[in-house]
């Protein structure tokens, strides 16, 4: 992958401004596109815009391979002529800078019924015919998810490996009667997806337009309580009830002490390498479909795992097991050539790790946050990054700059006022300027970052179980000032084109 020197935001679009109490693909969406080009940036880094699943986490989604239906443009449906203007109208007292993901699922999820009764009365013209080639083009994942989506409304959202064992288990005659008994439901899920697709094409164009390329997030397990599994459970190590037998996670770490149990079932290596890796070849080609950069979540996992008993209710007593290694990515590349990948390569970090990444030349990450904790040695200083490399302030994972610098130790924040020269007073802009001037070819921060705000507006606290991925902004803090002074920043660090002449005014 060629790594052009550029910059770029790293912000979700739930956390976009918008008029029905969450960010999404429509007109704010569009504008921030414009405020990247006018900051000089080249770069829209998003987490997963798969379905959300427990905790509102995008990273345990019920359907890999589909675009969350709250990221849909309700307004765009009107326009369609399938909303009226009252069904359009704001709640009046939506949150300018929380989610709430309840009420937010419960409205949205009520107009996008009534768009879909609408669309399927109408008398049938060229936008039915597309959704009928949408339909067909993607019938390999979209009519299991369907289907899983209708079953999973039915029984409550009960796990899939408790449903009725014919169909828990895929007997054939019971997912025709399933289907055919469901055709409703499965058209308004179709219908949603479908709505997505034309969105997301829509913004990914005029990004283009602009110059703008999207980082997009490929999470490198999917959930147990997910239409990926119940359709291929094959591919992952469960019982014949359904039930993994162990759970993927990390072990102690910065971000905790008993680890993180993250509860999504293990891959079963030896099946996958059997069928030719397709489905990991399927799921990234359906990804660079829809951005032109993939960051691949937990990289280190390819290499090794850390296997928990299914029964262990923290990450403390894992084992490190092996991974498929470069056998998948002899795959991938055989399907694709160069990948356009970006390896997440944070946390334990072992040779065969950093061996993996480099025999196939995918660019790792360094975070400015992970920096000044020890000495001049720390791989994460911006004078250590790699020139094919991302450079990060922070992740999502993180606190915000500022955040993190109010929480620091007395040493870390020395060690941060010698190496920046800095009095700590912007410390975010510290680390911005740290990271744009670095070598790494690419350089993104957070959208809280820019704003300057404290750790009350950070996104996630990994292992927590509630309370995250609900922070969104709000139109007036899209301010052209802070474009501009990106745009300064990225013009003299060769992060974007500027004329010479620029460095006279």
């Excluded at 139109?475 to 052209?480: K, V, Y």
Aim: hydrophobic share 40%.
């Amino acid at each position: 992958m060629k790594l052009d020197r550029s910059g770029g935001i790293l912000l979700h679009p739930t956390c976009l401004p918008g008029p029905h109490g969450s960010g999404d693909l429509g007109e704010g969406a569009h504008r921030f596109v414009d405020w990247l080009a006018a900051a000089g940036l080249r770069l829209w880094q998003v987490l997963p815009i798969c379905e959300v699943g427990l905790g509102n986490s995008p990273y345990m989604s019920p359907a890999s391979f589909a675009g969350s239906v709250l990221l849909i443009d309700l307004n765009h449906l009107g326009r369609e002529g399938w909303l009226t203007a009252e069904q359009l109208r704001p709640e009046p007292d939506w949150q300018e800078h929380r989610v709430d993901f309840p009420r937010v699922r419960a409205f949205r999820m009520r107009r996008l019924r009534q768009a879909s009764a609408v669309f399927f009365r109408q008398q049938r013209d060229a936008r039915h015919e597309a959704f009928e080639r949408f339909c067909h083009g993607e019938r390999h994942w979209l009519d299991d998810y369907a289907l899983f989506m209708a079953l999973q409304d039915e029984t409550a959202g009960r796990a899939w490996n408790e449903w009725d064992a014919p169909l828990a288990q895929r007997e054939p005659d019971a997912l025709l009667a399933a289907a055919r008994d469901r055709s409703d439901a499965l058209g308004f899920w179709k219908f949603c997806q479908w709505n997505f697709r034309r969105q997301w094409n829509d913004l990914r164009a005029h990004a283009h337009h602009r110059g703008i390329r999207l980082i997009g997030d490929l999470p490198i397990f999917p959930a147990l309580h997910s239409a990926e599994v119940w359709a291929n459970q094959p591919l992952f190590e469960l019982d014949r009830q359904g039930r993994a037998t162990a759970v993927a996670g990390v072990p102690p770490d910065y971000f905790s002490a008993t680890g993180q149990r993250w509860g999504n079932p293990l891959y079963r290596w030896s099946e996958h390498a059997a069928r030719g890796y397709s489905w990991w070849i399927e799921r990234l080609r359906a990804l660079t479909g829809l951005f032109d950069i993939v960051r691949i979540d937990h990289f280190r996992g390819f290499a090794a795992c850390w296997e928990i008993p299914a029964g262990e209710s923290t990450a403390v007593n894992g084992r490190w097991i092996p991974g498929p290694g470069a056998a998948l990515f002899d795959a991938l590349t055989g399907a694709f050539g160069d990948l356009p990948v970006i390896a997440e390569d944070l946390g334990v970090i072992t040779d065969d790790v950093v061996a993996l990444r480099r025999r196939f030349g995918l660019p790792g990450m360094h975070v400015l946050q992970f920096a000044f904790g020890s000495d001049a040695t720390n791989p994460h200083l911006p004078h250590r990054c790699a020139p094919d490399a991302v450079v990060y302030t922070g992740t999502h994972d993180n606190d915000t700059a500022v955040g993190w610098w109010r929480s620091a130790s007395a040493r870390e924040q020395r060690f941060a006022r010698l190496y920046l020269g800095t009095d700590g007073q912007e410390i975010q802009w510290d680390l911005i300027r740290a990271a744009w001037s670095s070598v790494a070819a690419l350089a993104v921060v957070p959208m809280q970052d820019v704003l300057g705000l404290d750790g009350a507006h950070r996104l996630n606290r990994p292992g927590a179980a509630s309370g995250c991925w609900e922070w969104r902004m709000n139109e007036s803090q899209l301010r052209p000032e802070a474009a501009q002074r990106l745009a300064r920043l990225s013009a003299v660090c060769g992060r974007c084109d500027f004329a010479r002449s620029d460095l006279d005014q």
